[in-house]
């Protein structure tokens, strides 16, 4: 008769999602290329040098559209992120073509109208974006637990919170176009914040440690969403000045970016208060805005995401309550 004698085995967690791109060598000309353009627009915003219309209408496009095609060939060279990085160069094409459309019809128009058929394009970078996300997180991400998502939801509903309240509220104290450019101007900070707060949110599920390629990308929309929102506040204040313009130029050349840079998420156990930080930060949030309820009047939106930030604590309680282990057998 033998024995079998079982040797403890020692689990190794390695990294997943291993991409690492092949960089053409003109692409590193490129890069600077594109990156001394965005710094001449910088420089006409700060000093007013140039042409205008070279300058603020043509170069930024350029540069944009530059950046759309940067993203098509990593789509066309990495078949794994093919739908995400061609989602994010249809994204930015759309985009171009909406200036392009602007700059060709209503360029020194004192009365341009608004909503213009620019916006239809321009709009339209917003679900080719969440989409690209989505498709970004089912290639780049394995072993998603549930409760990384209810953090991740969590840090979406504390960044929308602030949105509302310094964003969508005094834009609307301010609106006076009408129905229809109420509601465009609205949807793109709160479009803005949304699709900021969803990929701040895959930070939280890859623990905080999301890597360059989420960081950058991070980084890219957040320029676009600072210039959008204060185009907005511009447009219902009739104020349009055309500055920080370049903080959209840098933010589609930061996408780009990130399409060609490596990944690898390493799948990490937290622990201590790094595992409960967000829930007790978004239950604090909760609590500010019924104490301040108190004194001063908050508006609907805010109790509704109030709400959804305490059903998530709820949910979490639930999910982290002790276990019988399934191998202990009853007394």
Not at 28 to 57: I, K, P, R
Not at 163 to 171: I, K
């Amino acid at each position: 008769m033998s024995t079998v004698i079982e040797l403890p085995t020692k689990v190794v967690k390695r990294p997943v999602a291993l991409v690492e791109p092949t960089w053409p060598r003109w692409l590193g000309f490129v890069w600077v290329v594109l990156c001394a353009l965005a710094l001449l627009e910088g420089l006409h915003e700060l000093t007013g040098f140039g042409s205008h219309e070279l300058l603020d209408n043509w170069l930024h496009v350029v540069v944009i559209a530059a950046s759309g095609a940067l993203c098509l060939l990593r789509a066309w060279q990495e078949p794994r992120g093919r739908a995400a990085w061609a989602a994010f160069g249809a994204a930015l094409a759309a985009w171009a073509f909406g200036d392009v459309l602007w700059a060709a019809l209503y360029d020194g128009d004192p009365d341009p109208p608004y909503p213009s058929v620019g916006d239809v394009f321009w709009l339209a970078w917003y679900p080719l974006v969440a989409f690209a996300i989505g498709a970004l997180i089912r290639t780049r991400i394995e072993g998603f637990e549930l409760h990384r998502w209810l953090d991740g939801l969590a840090l979406v509903l504390i960044v929308i919170i602030p949105g509302f309240v310094f964003v969508l509220d005094p834009v609307a104290e301010k609106a006076h176009e009408g129905t229809l450019a109420t509601i465009v101007d609205f949807s793109y900070p709160i479009l803005d914040v949304v699709l900021l707060g969803a990929l701040l949110g895959v930070y939280g599920v890859l623990a905080w440690r999301p890597g360059r390629m989420w960081l950058v990308l991070g980084l890219g929309l957040a320029c676009i969403t600072i210039s959008d929102i204060i185009s907005a506040v511009q447009q219902e204040r009739g104020e349009i000045s055309g500055d920080f313009m370049v903080s959209w130029t840098v933010g589609a050349l930061l996408v780009a970016y990130a399409a060609w840079l490596s990944h690898t998420h390493h799948e990490v156990d937290v622990f201590g208060w790094r595992a409960i930080a967000l829930a007790v930060a978004a239950q604090a949030l909760a609590a500010a805005i019924q104490i301040y309820g108190l004194f001063g009047e908050i508006g609907e939106s805010e109790r509704v995401v109030t709400l959804a930030i305490l059903a998530i604590a709820t949910t979490q309680i639930i999910m982290s309550r002790p276990r019988k282990p399934e191998d202990e057998e009853p007394d």
